[in-house]
């Protein structure tokens, strides 16, 4: 077995942030296409591309749950909790994200996919942290003894 197919078995042993990271490459390529197909869909004057930021940002992070719930974080855990919370996660993630976004476009005239690889990055190291520490955190579970 290759080291992909390996990886895609589970029987590669990588950390969680690996793990996320490489998973990550795929969410993003689908975030990104989809940001691309809205961008060009719509007028590319004011903040219709941050218009198309958010959109592709809410599909993206609906991608995300289910290959980071089974990949990234190999949860077990019932998505009643797990959708939940990675929903609270990414609503975080879409407005600080969307806010970076327009202000890299807007205010400091970045070029569009300049400032949509910019919060990407920083946003996706956050969502990261809410991932792991919250939506995705291994249950823990007291005895009586």
């Given at each position: 077995?290759?080291?992909?197919?390996?990886?895609?078995?589970?029987?590669?042993?990588?950390?969680?942030?690996?793990?996320?990271?490489?998973?990550?490459?795929?969410?993003?390529?689908?975030?990104?296409?989809?940001?691309?197909?809205?961008?060009?869909?719509?007028?590319?004057?004011?903040?219709?591309?941050?218009?198309?930021?958010?959109?592709?940002?809410?599909?993206?992070?609906?991608?995300?749950?289910?290959?980071?719930?089974?990949?990234?974080?190999?949860?077990d855990r019932d998505i009643q909790w797990t959708l939940p919370w990675t929903?609270?996660?990414?609503?975080?993630?879409?407005?600080?994200?969307?806010?970076?976004?327009?202000?890299?476009?807007?205010?400091?005239?970045?070029?569009?996919?300049?400032?949509?690889?910019?919060?990407?990055?920083?946003?996706?190291?956050?969502?990261?942290?809410?991932?792991?520490?919250?939506?995705?955190?291994?249950?823990?579970?007291?005895?009586?003894?």
């Amino acid at each position: 077995m290759n080291s992909i197919e390996c990886f895609i078995a589970g029987e590669m042993k990588m950390s969680t942030f690996s793990r996320f990271f490489f998973i990550g490459i795929g969410n993003t390529t689908v975030f990104f296409l989809f940001y691309q197909a809205l961008y060009f869909l719509f007028s590319h004057e004011g903040h219709w591309p941050t218009f198309a930021w958010m959109i592709a940002w809410i599909v993206g992070s609906i991608f995300a749950h289910y290959t980071h719930k089974r990949w990234t974080f190999k949860s077990d855990r019932d998505i009643q909790w797990t959708l939940p919370w990675t929903i609270a996660v990414y609503i975080f993630g879409l407005t600080g994200s969307t806010i970076t976004f327009d202000i890299l476009l807007i205010r400091i005239e970045l070029h569009h996919q300049i400032a949509w690889f910019i919060s990407t990055i920083i946003w996706g190291i956050i969502d990261y942290l809410g991932l792991a520490n919250v939506a995705f955190k291994k249950e823990v579970v007291l005895s009586d003894e």
